[in-house]
C-alpha cells in the first residue's frame, strides 16, 4: 500500500469526520445548551438539502443556494421552537426523543408531497468539480477540500462564539444555571430560541453542502442521524469539543476499517475470509467504537455536564 | 295481471343477474415509502397508465386494482397479501420492487394459488430450487443484468476491472454474475456498508489501483452517492463506469445529471428501443406524465398489466379455473414493450439484453441511449435447478 | 359498604373481562361476518401487544429507555427460523430455545448498557440492535437482507398450528399468560423493587437493594419476552428478515408503548392495537400515511403523556370520585 494512498485515506478520514462535524455540532449544541436531543435535526438537515438543491435548479447559484437554505431552514427552526421545543424542554428524554421523533415522520410526508418521492438533483459548483493537485501523486477533490475548510471554519467560529463572544458567555451562563440567569437579567427563552435557530442554520449549511455529493431524498436525515448520533455520544453529548473529536474519530475509524481492513485481515487469513468478514467488521466499527468508550468512559469523552 | 308480467320478466332476467360477474380483482403492493419509494412511485405511474389504456378492465371484462403502500418491508408485506388474499380475494397479484418482499409473499401466494407476475424482482431462488408455477418473472432473473454487464466489460476490452457492491447477498449475487459474464480475472472485488454515504475510502482505492474501468452494483441512493462522488474526485477522466441498467435509468440521471454522461449500462430494455409498442408506450407516458421518460420500472409494470390483460382475454374472463390461467399466463400472447416476449421453463424470460450509454439528447436532456445487443436469448443459469 | 366493594372491584375488571371475551369469541364469529382475515390480523397484534408489553416492563416500570429492544424480538424470530431450516420444527423446542437465546442476548447487552445512563443508555442499546441488524444482514447463509422462509409451521403436541384459528387460540393463552405474569411480577416486591428504582435510584441503593441486579434481571425477562413474541412472529409470518431489526421497528415499539400508556397495565396491548390498527386504515386511504401518525404521536407527547390507556385511567378515577362524592351527600 503506497504512502499516498495511505495519505489520501487520512485525508478521506479527515473529511468524513469533518463532514459529521457539521451536522453534529448543532445537535450537541442545542443538547447542551436546551437539554433537548432533537432527533428532528436530520430533518433540518434534509430541509436544507432540498431548499439548497431547488434554489440551486433555479437560479444555477451554489452561495444563492447555500444562503436560502439556512435562511430558510432557519425560519423553520425558528416555529419548531416557538411551537414545539419549548414545551418539549420541560419534560423527561424519551418524550423529548418520542415528540421529535414525531417531527420526522411528519417533515418526510410533507417533503415528499412537495417534492415528490424521486430523488432532487443538486449540481456541483463547476469551479468545485474536479481534482485538485496536493502532491506530486495525490489528486484530491476540490470540493472535498472545500467541506474540510467550511468544516474547520466552523469549529473554530463556534469555539470563538461560545468562549469569546458576549453571546456566547449568556449562552454557557443560560445553560448552566437558568435561574440565576434570569434573575441577572438574562432572557433565557429568547437565547434558547436563538441557539436552536443557530443549530437549525448549522444543519441546512451541512445539508447545503452535502447535496451535490449525496442523493438528496426522503429519509437522508435518518441515515446520517444515526452516524452522527453515535459521535456525539462517544464524544460526550452537549460539549461541541466533544461533538468534535467524537466525529473525527468516527471518521478515521470508519475510514480506516473500509480501507485497511480488508488487506489487513488478507494477511492473516484466506482472501475469501477477509473479503466476508472484513466489510462487516468495518461496518460494525464504529458501534464496537462506542460501545467500548461507553464502557470505560460511561458519558463520553468530554461529558458537558457532570 | 300485470303482476304476473312484472314476475315473468324477473324471472326471465334472473339468470342474467346470476351470472353477473364480479370483477376481476388484481391485488398490487406499492413500494411507495421505505427504501424503493422512488422506484415504487415509478412502476405505480407505468401501473396507472396501462390501466387506464385499458379503461380498467381487463380482457374486456371489469376489473378492479387495488392499491395499497406497503413501505417495501417484508412484515408489512406479508399481511397486506394476506388480506388481499382472504378477504379482497384478489385473482393476480404484484407490485413489490425489492427481492426480500417477493421472498417472503410469494410462497403464500403460490400455495393460494394466486399467480404473482413481478414487475421487478428476479431472485434466483425463484428460477431455481423453489421453482413454483404460480410466478412469472416477467421482468428479469437478477442475476441478468450483471452477467451482460460482465461480457460488455469483457467485448470493450477492459482487462484490469474493480468491482463493488453492498455487502448483503444480493450484492454478492451481483458481483458474481458480472465475473460470470467477465469469464477473465477482475482485479478487486470491494464490498461496501449498506446505505453508507460516503465513498471516499473506496475511491482513494480505486485511485491506486488503476483499472480500466469500475463496476458498481449500488442501487438507489448508494449509486446517486457514490456517482457524484466519482466524478467530484475526477476519476471519470481515467476510469470507465460500468453499471447494471438499474443504476444508470431514467430516475438516476434525474437525480445525478451531468456528471453520468458516458456510463455504459445494461437492460433489457431501452425507451428507444426499436418496436412499435415500445413507440407507444413511451410516447403516451410523455404524454400523461408531464414529458417524463420512462424508467425501465415503468416499462416492466405496464408489461405486467398487459400481460395480465391477454391472459384474461385468452381464458375469456373465467380467472377462476386456474389452470387456463397458467397457461395463457405462460403463452405470453401480449404485446411486450420489449419485442417479442417468450418464458423459460421456470418462468423467466428468455430474451435479449442491451448495452445502453448515457448522452445527452440533440433536445439538451441527458438519458440513455442505445448502443448495441449484448445477448440476443439470455436464459438464467438457475433453470437447471428448476424441477417442476 | 362490603357490596359497593364487590360492584366496585367487578366494575374495574369488566373491561378486562369483557376484551378478554371478545377476543375469545371473534375468531368463531368471524367466518360469518365475512372477517375472516381480521384473524390473523389481530393474531398479529397481539404479538406485537407481547413485545410491546416485554418493552414497557422495562420502559414504564423500570424507567430504562431501550432503544434496542427490536433486536430480542428479531432475535427471537430468527432461532425460530434457522431451527425450523435445520429440520427442527417442535414449538416445544425451538420457542423455548428463542426465549433463552434472546434473554442470553439481553443479558449481554443489559451488562454493558446498565451501566450508563440517560441519553447514553438509550444510544448504547440503539448500537447494539444496529450491530446485531448489520451482522445479520451480511450473514449469508441465514438469508441476509433477504431474510428466510421457514421450512414448515411448528409443530405443536396435539395441535395444528397451521389452522389459522387454532394457532390463533395458541397465541392468545401464550399472550394473556405472559401479560398476567408481568402484572403479578409488578405487584410482587420485585416489580416494587424496580419501580422503586425508577422513582429513586439512590435511595435504593442506600436502602441496600442491589439495583444493578434488579435492573439487569428485569431487561433479561423484558428481552426474553420479546424474543417469544418473535418466535410467534416467525409462526405467524412463516418468514423472517433483517428489517424486524431496524432501528425503526424499535422506534414503532416505544412509539406502542407511549401511544398505549407508558407504566400502565395494558399500555404495551392498547398500543399495539391503536398502531396496528391506525396503520392498516390509514393505508386504505391515502399513500402519506406517515403524517397522521406523527401527528398523533405529537398529541399523545404534548396533551396525553399517560397515553391511551391513561386517559382511560383519569376518565375512570374521576367517575370513580364523582360517583364516591355522590355517595357521601
Known amino acids: 500500500m503506497s504512502t499516498t494512498l495511505i495519505a489520501e485515506q487520512l485525508l478521506n478520514g479527515l473529511q468524513f469526520g469533518l463532514m459529521l462535524f457539521l451536522i453534529a455540532a448543532g445537535l450537541t449544541l442545542v443538547f447542551g445548551i436546551l437539554d433537548i436531543l432533537n432527533v428532528a435535526h436530520g430533518s433540518l438537515y434534509m430541509a436544507g438539502a432540498y431548499v439548497a438543491a431547488q434554489t440551486m435548479q433555479v437560479t444555477d447559484s451554489f452561495l444563492a443556494a447555500v444562503i436560502v437554505a439556512a435562511v430558510v431552514t432557519g425560519a423553520v427552526g425558528l416555529v419548531?421552537?416557538?411551537?414545539?421545543?419549548?414545551?418539549?424542554v420541560v419534560r423527561d428524554h424519551l418524550a423529548q426523543v418520542l415528540g421529535t421523533f414525531a417531527i420526522i415522520l411528519i417533515a418526510n410526508d410533507v417533503v415528499k408531497m412537495i417534492w415528490g418521492p424521486a430523488p432532487m438533483m443538486m449540481s456541483m459548483p463547476p469551479a468545485l468539480s474536479g481534482p485538485v493537485q496536493l502532491l506530486p501523486e495525490l489528486l484530491y477533490p476540490a470540493y472535498r477540500l472545500l467541506i474540510i475548510a467550511v468544516g474547520l471554519a466552523a469549529a473554530l467560529g463556534l469555539y470563538l462564539f461560545v468562549t469569546r463572544t458576549r453571546a456566547g458567555v449568556?449562552?454557557?451562563?443560560?445553560?448552566?444555571?437558568?435561574q440565576m440567569a434570569t434573575l441577572m437579567g438574562v432572557r433565557v427563552p429568547l437565547l434558547f430560541l436563538g441557539v436552536f435557530v443557530l443549530g437549525a442554520m448549522l444543519a441546512a449549511l451541512a445539508g447545503a453542502l452535502l447535496g451535490p455529493v449525496t442523493a438528496i431524498q426522503t429519509g437522508m436525515g435518518e441515515q446520517i442521524l444515526i452516524l452522527v448520533l453515535v459521535c456525539i455520544v462517544i464524544g460526550g453529548i452537549g460539549s461541541i469539543r466533544g461533538a468534535f473529536v467524537g466525529a473525527l474519530l468516527v471518521g478515521f475509524v470508519d475510514t480506516a476499517g473500509r480501507a485497511f481492513l480488508p488487506a489487513l485481515l488478507k494477511l492473516f487469513f484466506s482472501p475469501a475470509v477477509a473479503s466476508s468478514v472484513?466489510?462487516?467488521?468495518?461496518?460494525?466499527?464504529?458501534?464496537?467504537?462506542?460501545?467500548?468508550?461507553?464502557?470505560?468512559?460511561?458519558?463520553?469523552?468530554?461529558?458537558?455536564?457532570? | 295481471m300485470r303482476l304476473m308480467r312484472q314476475l315473468l320478466v324477473m324471472a326471465a332476467l334472473l339468470p342474467g343477474l346470476a351470472f353477473a360477474q364480479a370483477?376481476?380483482?388484481?391485488?398490487?403492493?406499492?413500494?411507495?415509502?421505505?427504501?424503493?419509494?422512488?422506484?415504487?412511485?415509478?412502476?405505480?405511474?407505468?401501473?396507472?397508465?396501462?390501466?387506464?389504456?385499458?379503461g380498467g378492465k381487463l380482457g374486456g371484462k371489469p376489473a378492479e386494482f387495488l392499491q395499497t403502500d406497503m413501505g417495501g418491508n417484508p412484515d408489512q408485506a406479508r399481511q397486506l397479501v394476506n388480506r388481499y388474499i382472504q378477504r379482497d380475494k384478489i385473482d393476480f397479484f404484484t407490485g413489490p420492487i425489492g427481492s426480500n418482499v417477493a421472498l417472503a409473499v410469494g410462497p403464500v401466494l403460490f400455495a393460494a394459488k394466486i399467480p404473482y407476475l413481478s414487475n421487478n424482482p428476479g431472485p434466483s431462488q425463484f428460477a431455481g430450487a423453489q421453482c413454483n408455477d404460480y410466478w412469472f418473472g416477467v421482468s428479469y432473473q437478477n442475476d441478468a443484468f450483471h452477467e451482460a454487464a460482465?461480457?460488455?466489460?469483457?467485448?470493450?476490452?477492459?482487462?484490469?476491472?474493480?468491482?463493488?457492491?453492498?455487502d448483503y447477498p444480493a450484492g454478492k449475487d451481483a458481483l458474481n454474475g458480472f465475473k460470470r459474464g467477465f469469464k477473465n480475472a477482475v482485479g478487486q472485488e470491494i464490498?461496501?456498508?449498506?446505505?453508507?454515504?460516503?465513498?471516499?475510502?473506496?475511491?482513494?482505492?480505486?485511485?491506486?489501483?488503476?483499472?480500466?474501468?469500475?463496476?458498481?452494483?449500488?442501487?438507489?441512493?448508494?449509486?446517486?452517492?457514490?456517482i457524484k462522488q466519482f466524478v467530484s474526485a475526477g476519476l471519470n477522466q481515467s476510469i470507465k463506469l460500468v453499471g447494471p441498467g438499474f443504476s444508470a435509468d431514467e430516475d438516476v440521471i434525474r437525480a445525478v445529471g451531468e456528471p453520468m454522461l458516458g456510463m455504459f449500462n445494461t437492460a433489457q430494455w431501452a425507451h428507444d428501443l426499436d418496436n412499435q409498442q415500445n413507440k407507444k408506450f413511451v410516447e403516451a407516458f410523455r404524454k400523461e406524465y408531464k414529458n417524463r421518460t420512462p424508467s425501465v420500472y415503468a416499462a416492466q409494470a405496464y408489461d405486467v398489466i398487459m400481460a395480465i390483460d391477454a391472459a384474461v382475454k385468452a381464458t375469456d374472463g373465467k380467472v377462476s379455473d386456474r389452470a387456463a390461467v397458467l397457461v395463457a399466463l405462460k403463452k405470453a400472447d401480449f404485446a411486450s414493450v420489449r419485442g417479442p416476449f417468450k418464458y423459460g421453463a421456470n418462468n423467466f424470460p428468455i430474451q435479449p439484453y442491451y448495452v445502453r450509454v448515457i448522452e445527452k439528447a440533440p433536445d439538451g436532456q441527458i438519458t440513455n441511449k442505445l448502443v448495441g445487443k449484448v445477448f440476443e436469448s439470455y436464459q438464467d443459469v438457475y433453470v437447471g435447478e428448476c424441477k417442476k | 359498604m362490603q357490596e359497593a366493594t364487590n360492584s366496585s372491584v367487578w366494575?374495574?375488571?369488566?373491561?378486562?373481562?369483557?376484551?378478554?371475551?371478545?377476543?375469545?369469541?371473534f375468531p368463531l364469529v368471524?367466518?360469518?361476518?365475512?372477517?375472516?382475515?381480521?384473524?390473523?390480523?389481530?393474531?398479529?397484534?397481539?404479538?406485537?401487544?407481547?413485545?410491546?408489553?416485554?418493552?414497557?416492563?422495562?420502559?414504564?416500570?423500570?424507567?430504562?429507555?431501550?432503544?434496542?429492544?427490536?433486536?430480542f424480538f428479531g432475535a427471537g424470530a430468527y432461532v425460530a427460523a434457522i431451527l425450523s431450516v435445520q429440520g427442527i420444527s417442535q414449538a416445544l423446542v425451538a420457542w423455548p430455545a428463542a426465549i433463552a437465546v434472546a434473554g442470553a442476548l439481553a443479558f449481554v447487552i443489559g451488562i454493558i448498557s446498565l451501566r450508563t445512563r440517560g441519553v447514553y443508555f438509550i444510544m448504547i442499546t440503539l448500537a447494539f440492535a444496529q450491530m446485531v441488524f448489520y451482522l445479520f444482514i451480511s450473514l449469508r447463509q441465514y438469508g441476509g437482507e433477504d431474510g428466510i422462509s421457514l421450512s414448515s409451521p411448528a409443530q405443536f403436541p396435539g395441535l395444528n398450528l397451521a389452522d389459522d384459528k387454532t394457532f390463533y387460540y395458541v397465541v392468545l393463552v401464550i399472550v394473556v399468560t405472559c401479560i398476567w405474569w408481568l402484572n403479578r411480577l409488578i405487584q410482587a416486591r420485585f416489580g416494587q423493587a424496580l419501580q422503586g428504582i425508577r422513582e429513586n435510584e439512590a435511595r435504593m441503593e442506600a436502602l441496600g437493594y442491589p439495583v444493578f441486579r434488579i435492573k439487569l434481571l428485569a431487561f433479561v425477562i423484558a428481552g426474553a419476552m420479546a424474543g417469544l413474541a418473535g418466535a410467534l412472529l416467525a409462526q405467524h409470518n412463516q418468514f423472517v428478515s433483517p428489517s424486524l431489526m431496524h432501528w425503526t421497528a424499535s422506534a414503532n415499539l416505544i412509539i406502542m408503548v407511549i401511544v398505549g400508556g407508558i407504566g400502565l397495565r395494558y399500555g404495551g396491548l392498547v398500543g399495539a392495537a391503536v398502531m396496528l390498527w391506525l396503520e392498516e386504515v390509514l393505508r386504505l386511504y391515502t399513500d402519506y400515511w406517515h403524517l397522521p401518525l406523527g401527528v398523533l404521536l405529537l398529541a399523545i407527547v404534548l396533551f396525553a403523556p399517560r397515553g391511551l390507556a391513561g386517559i382511560w385511567d383519569s376518565v375512570s378515577s374521576r367517575r370513580r370520585a364523582n360517583t364516591v362524592k355522590q355517595e357521601r351527600v
Not at chain 2, 466489460?153 to 463493488?164: N, P, Q
Not at chain 2, 449498506?194 to 449500488?218: N, T
Not at chain 3, 408489553?53 to 420502559?59: D, E, G, H, K, R
Request: proline share 5%.
Open chain 3, 30 to 71: 368471524a367466518p360469518a361476518l365475512n372477517l375472516e382475515f381480521y384473524v390473523s390480523f389481530v393474531r398479529r397484534l397481539l404479538i406485537f401487544a407481547l413485545a410491546a408489553t416485554s418493552l414497557n416492563f422495562i420502559l414504564g416500570y423500570g424507567g430504562m429507555v431501550a432503544l434496542g429492544h427490536a433486536a
Open chain 3, 11 to 25: 366494575r374495574s375488571m369488566a373491561p378486562t373481562l369483557l376484551g378478554l371475551l371478545l377476543l375469545l369469541v
Open chain 2, 23 to 54: 370483477p376481476i380483482k388484481v391485488g398490487i403492493a406499492n413500494d411507495l415509502s421505505g427504501p424503493f419509494a422512488a422506484l415504487g412511485a415509478e412502476a405505480r405511474d407505468g401501473f396507472n397508465l396501462a390501466i387506464k389504456q385499458l
Open chain 2, 150 to 166: 460482465g461480457k460488455v466489460a469483457a467485448d470493450r476490452g477492459y482487462k484490469k476491472m474493480v468491482i463493488m457492491a453492498p
Open chain 1, 278 to 306: 472484513g466489510p462487516t467488521l468495518a461496518a460494525l466499527s464504529i458501534y464496537i467504537l462506542m460501545a467500548v468508550v461507553l464502557v470505560f468512559r460511561p458519558s463520553g469523552l468530554f461529558p458537558a455536564r457532570g
Open chain 2, 191 to 226: 464490498y461496501t456498508k449498506l446505505g453508507q454515504i460516503d465513498y471516499a475510502a473506496e475511491l482513494a482505492q480505486l485511485r491506486d489501483a488503476k483499472p480500466d474501468a469500475v463496476y458498481i452494483f449500488l442501487p438507489g441512493g448508494m449509486g446517486i452517492n457514490f
Open chain 1, 80 to 88: 419548531l421552537e416557538l411551537v414545539l421545543i419549548r414545551r418539549l
Open chain 1, 170 to 178: 449568556l449562552v454557557r451562563a443560560g445553560a448552566s444555571n437558568r
